[in-house]
């Protein structure tokens, strides 16, 4: 009993005594947060970080400073938006930009700014031109913030509102020209040609450019030049190429699958006037200029020039069987050509000719003497040795003869004969104009010819011509007779033991030329090629 009232009173005491501290306890927690609620303390970091972001205001000198940073960078809205008007200040920067895309323009200021005015160094540099001049800036407050008070003098003092600075060139142009005058790029002249000609008119062909800075009003009209640097022409060169003849050229030969080149010379006169390969060409390092090659039946120009000169004439009485014996050789024609009755084959020599026939040919030239094939040759201007300022040519070699089967061989163009496509249209334009002419590629540059003998006497071209005549009308490039006035010698070559080359010389009006195909195993596609650029040239 009595523990248990003990045990009752001393709980009850001991509650009291809880409750006593426990007030008291919350009297000092309610005070503590009292004074955190309420005592200062450190700053907040927001309140640090927008202090510290805080920047001290934009002075005129600095508006200054970055304006002509602005400016001389080419920054068109940022210089624009330190202005009173950035919309009429980026028009006018846009503009003027524009119009002196080809200057290069650097810009600073003069000192610091001072009295709300400052002083900008501008400077224009194009070529030879360097426009450098001072811009006066004015500053103005516009709602506490300093700006540039925009007007077009800004850009130059001397602009009035809607003006602006433009830069003009005017084109020196080509040095160079074709043979009427016309603006030749170094480009333009074929490639055959391009290293010779640079070498022989001496490295840059372009002349200099002329330069000038003008104000201009809102039109794009001049109002007055600021600075002007004229341009200045180099010592003229007019080349003898002609801008459609080589076109053409160039086109025929595109268009064959195989190796191919044109070379055409003016007749009456010897310039050049295309020279064209094509890529296929190119890649054997072939050259038309000095690149030789066996003539096949092209060489009968020859072979007849000299029979003319020594007894025949283009209506002899000459034999054209299928196969002829020379010595130990027995010669074919090409195919089973046979021309005349059995047994004598005879034939007219036109016909024999037009119709290629190498047994004939064969004939012929083993009656002649051992030097007369050379000399014809050299008197169709084979063999001669042309100093021509731009280009190196060679015009083939013939040998003289001694033994009958070497000149039978020769005589329809498989014995050592050769000769390059430019010797070719040389003996073309010696038929046609009745003389060697001298080949010029660049005007006012004398060109030589060393070795150069009398032409054939008037008589014996004038029977040539008839000849080759013939053969575009029913000979062996009839396929041309709808191209009047054209007259040529097809030519097949055997070379080893590979497919034969495939020629076709000749001339029409004042266009002497000659068509190689190296390896394309017949004169057909040649002659295919010659109607092709004769028809695109008229």
């Not at 972001?53 to 934009?58: C, N």
């Not at 650097?106 to 001072?134: C, E, I, K």
């Not at 054997?284 to 120009?301: E, H, Q, R, V, Y």
């Not at 060109?447 to 008037?458: E, F, I, L, R």
Request: aromatic share 6%; charged share 15%.
């Amino acid at each position: 009993m009595t523990l248990k009232g003990g045990l009752n009173f001393m709980q009850s005491k001991t509650r009291w005594w809880i409750l006593g501290t426990g007030g008291t306890a919350v009297v000092v927690v309610i005070s503590l947060a009292g004074y955190l609620l309420f005592a200062p303390g450190p700053p907040s970091s927001h309140a640090a970080s927008a202090t510290t972001a805080e920047q001290p205001a934009a002075t005129a000198d600095s508006v200054a400073q970055d304006y002509a940073h602005s400016f001389g960078a080419l920054e068109t809205t940022a210089a624009a938006q330190l202005t009173d008007d950035p919309t009429a200040a980026t028009a006018a920067l846009t503009l003027v930009y524009k119009n002196m895309s080809n200057a290069r323009l650097t810009a600073s200021l003069v000192g610091p700014a001072a009295d709300n005015a400052a002083t900008m160094n501008v400077d224009w540099h194009a070529g030879p031109l360097d426009l450098a001049y001072q811009a006066p800036l004015q500053l103005v407050q516009r709602n506490g913030k300093w700006l540039v008070h925009w007007s077009d003098a800004d850009i130059h003092p001397e602009l009035a509102k809607g003006q602006s600075l433009t830069l003009r060139t005017t084109p020196g142009g080509s040095s160079l020209t074709d043979r009427d005058g016309k603006p030749l790029a170094l480009d333009a002249v074929p490639k055959t040609l391009k290293a010779g000609v640079q070498q022989a008119i001496g490295g840059d062909l372009q002349a200099v450019d002329g330069h000038s800075i003008t104000i201009v009003d809102a039109t794009g009209a001049d109002v007055k030049t600021l600075q002007t640097q004229e341009g200045a022409k180099k010592a003229a060169y007019a080349l003898t190429i002609d801008a459609a003849t080589q076109a053409a050229a160039q086109k025929a030969v595109d268009s064959f699958q195989g190796a191919a080149t044109i070379v055409a010379l003016q007749a009456s006169t010897g310039e050049i006037l295309g020279i064209a390969t094509n890529s296929a060409f190119d890649s054997g390092s072939l050259s038309p200029l000095t690149g030789t090659f066996p003539p096949g039946s092209t060489f009968k120009i020859v072979t007849s020039t000299a029979a003319l000169q020594h007894g025949l004439t283009s209506n002899s009485t000459v034999s054209c069987p299928n196969t002829v014996h020379i010595g130990p050789r027995t010669i074919p024609n090409e195919g089973t050509l046979k021309l005349g009755a059995a047994p004598d084959y005879a034939t007219p020599l036109i016909q024999a000719f037009a119709q290629s026939c190498n047994t004939t040919f064969a004939q012929v030239a083993a009656n002649l003497g051992a030097n007369d094939l050379p000399t014809a040759a050299r008197q169709l201007g084979l063999g001669v040795d042309f100093d021509i300022p731009g280009i190196t040519t060679n015009t083939g070699r013939v040998d003289a003869a001694t033994d009958e089967v070497d000149r039978a061989v020769d005589g329809f163009g498989q014995g050592t004969d050769l000769v390059s496509p430019f010797g070719m249209a040389v003996v073309a334009a010696t038929v046609h104009n009745g003389q060697v002419p001298t080949p010029v590629l660049i005007r006012g540059q004398q060109s030589t010819a060393d070795g150069k003998v009398a032409a054939p006497p008037a008589s014996v071209l004038t029977q040539v011509r008839s000849m080759m005549r013939e053969v575009c009308t029913s000979g062996t490039a009839r396929a041309l007779a709808p191209l009047a006035g054209t007259y040529g010698k097809t030519g097949t070559a055997e070379v080893g033991d590979g497919p034969a080359h495939g020629w076709f010389v000749g001339y029409r009006n004042d266009v002497a030329f000659a068509v190689l195909l190296p390896h394309a195993d017949s004169s057909a596609p040649a002659v295919t090629l010659a109607g092709s650029f004769l028809r695109a040239i008229g």
